[in-house]
Each structure stands twice: as structure tokens, then as C-alpha cells.
């Protein structure tokens, strides 16, 4: 079969026109186990991770076993089943999820699989979907309503990262932040939108994306660098720390200069700045600030002014990751603002498939624009070319369509 096979340790992937096809529990190239399935794959998304993986960074080169194939994002037709799979027949159209886990683990038996200890992710540990076949437990594999297209299967993987970043943090009727309008950020906002956030901020230091973010329904989409003139934090807004402005005087404290009860021992002195889009966010926030922060970047910057931005007491739900630890203000960005943070990891199986396939159905998904390139799966160097460039968003490689 034809795949895209991670050969050497070195920037890139290789082709590879003749790949035996995926050995399971058989040992034989091809034939299924008793409770696997064999895929023919129409459709693969390129991900973010697959850059990674192509560009051979640290991570990477620390994670990934030379020779495996690549891709986690698909949609496909069930090609054959083992003796003992009851939920799939050949024929069937399917996307699946890429976390295999043998469901043992305490996590997997309390109702998180997604962060079972003994994950393995196609395409990352285990040969994946950039192939003209793949194949997966019974347990992984996604029917498709016959209503969502091969090009919407085929991005349910990222698609989940958004679905469940927005419903975990709980966005409706409240305003929202998302920072990094990459294409999990930007499908977050159309998530948050469909889910009945009031408001949708977005930020990004890429123009386009900027505007794909406005174009999805983000109510204002901000570079932070062109909008990051920092203002002063007017001096009552300091007293009560992160800037907050209040719309009351703050009391005298008691017995003359010492802090109120309860203020921030660390506030910004007065005077100190925040940067002009947060600035704006908190005048059209009541001066609260944003109820929920979507953080999609993993950029430490980001991360900082999304936390600035986010009210007391509003809640973070954190998804990017950061290439190295940050350098991050806990005392003031999250014990003193009572925040709730919440570390998103995965999608919930099947909560989050369930809920993708209620929101994909509704109609109310804007996905046409984040898909910007559909390539035969021959033009994979392209592909990663585009991502790199920034002039693709989302790339969709056709490979048995
Ligand atoms: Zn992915």
C-alpha cells in the first residue's frame, strides 16, 4: 500500500509506494483480529503534530519511533473486520479515534479514557492514517452519519480538541476569549458560537487568521502586537488587583493604609499597564474582564495577557502547549482571581464524538473556511509546505476518494 512513512531521523517523510499493509494482533500484513478493524482510508487531515513530526523537533525526536506511519486524522470505509467486532461492517463509513487504550486503567474505568495511563496515539506510537490503510480496535472506530461529509470525518480528531476545550470551560451566555486562532482556535470559535457564547474574542499575530476569526463570528479579533499599546490601569482598578476595575469605590481600609481584607498582596502598583485590547475586552465587560479564557496558543505571552484578561472567578480552560514551562503569575492569574483552570487533553470518548456529531448535524459548524487545501495524498510535501508558509489552515489529504 501506499504511506507516508516517518524513515529517517530527519526533517521530512518519505513516501514509501509498496508498505506492507498494517500487521494487528494477527501478525499477518492486512488481516484483522478478532476485535480489530481494517480501514481503507478516503480522507487524512494534516495536523499540527504532524508538522512537528515532519520538522523532526525535540519533541518529536524524543517521542517518535523512526519508521512508523504518520497521520491521526481520517475518515474511511470499514474494509475488514475480525470474527469477533459487532459494531462495524464492511462498507461502512467510519472516523475513529487515534487514543488506543486497553480501557484497564483507573482512569479508563471511572469515565476518562482520554487520559488513560497506557495511551498510544496512531500515527505517533503506532502506524497511522497517512496510508491507504489503517487499523484500529473496534472500540476506536467512529460510525459516520451518513450526513457528515468525508472532509468533516476527516478533522473530527482536531474538531474534538475544540469540542471539548469549549464544553468543558461552558461558554453559554458568556463571553469568551480564545488566544491562538490556529485551527483548533479557530474551530473553537465557531464550537463556542454554535454553543451559544454571547461573545467571541479572539486573538493571533497573523493577519489572515484574524480575519477568519471575525469571519467565523468573533466579535472582535485583536493582534496583540498592533493592539498592544499598554494604557494605564486607572488607580482603583489596581487597588483590587490584575487591573480590575470595579464599579464601586473600594472602602477605606481599616485602621488607615494597610491592604483590604481579602485585596491582593501583589497588585500592580499604580499606574501599572495592560495592554489596549484587554483594555477594551474589560470596558465592554462591565470592567470584569472575560468569563472564560480558550487558551489555544501555547505561547507564554499569550497565555499571561489571556489570564490578564480573563475576570475573577472566570474560568480557564487550557489546551496549547507551551514548547518549554513558562513563566506564569499563579498568585495573581489564578489564587487571587478564584479562578477555575481546567487542563484539556484529548476528547472525552465518546462524550465529545457525541456531541461533535449533535453540533456537525445542527448545521451551525462553520468549517469550509478553517479547510483551506485539499491535496492527493502524492502532494503531502506540499501540504507541509502550506502549514509552514501559513497560507493553509487546515489541510485535507485525498487518499482513496
Ligand atoms: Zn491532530
Redesign the pocket.
Known amino acids: 500500500m501506499r504511506a507516508l512513512v516517518k524513515a529517517r531521523a530527519d526533517v521530512g517523510l518519505d513516501f514509501d509506494a509498496d508498505r506492507p499493509p498494517p500487521t494487528g494482533s494477527t501478525g499477518t500484513p492486512g488481516e484483522p483480529g478478532p476485535r480489530e478493524v481494517l480501514i481503507k482510508v478516503r480522507k487524512a ?1 494534516v ?4 508538522r512537528h513530526i515532519w520538522e523532526w523537533d525535540a519533541w518529536a525526536s524524543s517521542r517518535i519511533p523512526v519508521g512508523i506511519v504518520t497521520g ?2 481520517f475518515a474511511g470505509v470499514v474494509e475488514k473486520v475480525g470474527a469477533a467486532v459487532t459494531r462495524v461492517s464492511p462498507g461502512q463509513r467510519v472516523s475513529g479515534e ?1 487514543h488506543i487504550t486497553d480501557f484497564l486503567d483507573y482512569n479508563s474505568r471511572t469515565g476518562n479514557a482520554h487520559i488513560a495511563s497506557d495511551t498510544r496515539i496512531i ?1 505517533v506510537d503506532r502506524d497511522g492514517c497517512f496510508a491507504d490503510y489503517l487499523l484500529l480496535p473496534e472500540e476506536n472506530v467512529w460510525p459516520l452519519h451518513p450526513d457528515i461529509p468525508d472532509r468533516y470525518g476527516a478533522i473530527m ?2 474538531l474534538g ?1 475544540a469540542v471539548h476545550t469549549v464544553m468543558s470551560a461552558g461558554v453559554s451566555a458568556k463571553t469568551v476569549l480564545v488566544t491562538g486562532a490556529g ?1 483548533i482556535g479557530l474551530m473553537a470559535i465557531t464550537v463556542a458560537k454554535a454553543a451559544g457564547a454571547a461573545r467571541v474574542y479572539a486573538t493571533d499575530t497573523n493577519p489572515h487568521r484574524l480575519e477568519l476569526a471575525r469571519k467565523l463570528g468573533a466579535f472582535r479579533a485583536f493582534n496583540p502586537i498592533e493592539h498592544g499599546n499598554a494604557v494605564p490601569i486607572p488607580t482603583h482598578w489596581a487597588q483590587s488587583g490584575e487591573g480590575r476595575p470595579r464599579s464601586f469605590p473600594l472602602p477605606p481600609p481599616p485602621g488607615g493604609t494597610a491592604p483590604s481584607e481579602g485585596a491582593p498582596k501583589s497588585s500592580p502598583p499604580v499606574g501599572a499597564e495592560v495592554p489596549a485590547w484587554i483594555d477594551q475586552i474589560r470596558s465592554e465587560t462591565r470592567g470584569d474582564g472575560v468569563d472564560v479564557l480558550l487558551e489555544m496558543s501555547g505561547a507564554p505571552p499569550a497565555i499571561d495577557q489571556g489570564f490578564q484578561a480573563l475576570r475573577m472567578g472566570g474560568t480557564a480552560a487550557l489546551l496549547g502547549i507551551p514548547a518549554s514551562p513558562p513563566n506564569f503569575d499563579l498568585t495573581n492569574h489564578v489564587i487571587f482571581k478564584g479562578a477555575t483552570v481546567l487542563g484539556i487533553n484529548g476528547r472525552r470518548m465518546w462524550e465529545t464524538w457525541y456531541q461533535m456529531e449533535n453540533l456537525l448535524l445542527s448545521g451551525r459548524l462553520e468549517l469550509d473556511d478553517i479547510i483551506t487545501h485539499e491535496l492527493p495524498l502524492e502532494d503531502y510535501a506540499r501540504a507541509f509546505e502550506l502549514m509552514q508558509s501559513g497560507e493553509g489552515i487546515k489541510i485535507v489529504l485525498g487518499v482513496n476518494e
Open positions: 487531515g495536523c499540527g503534530t504532524d491521526h486524522e487515534g500515527g480528531d482536531p480538541n485551527i
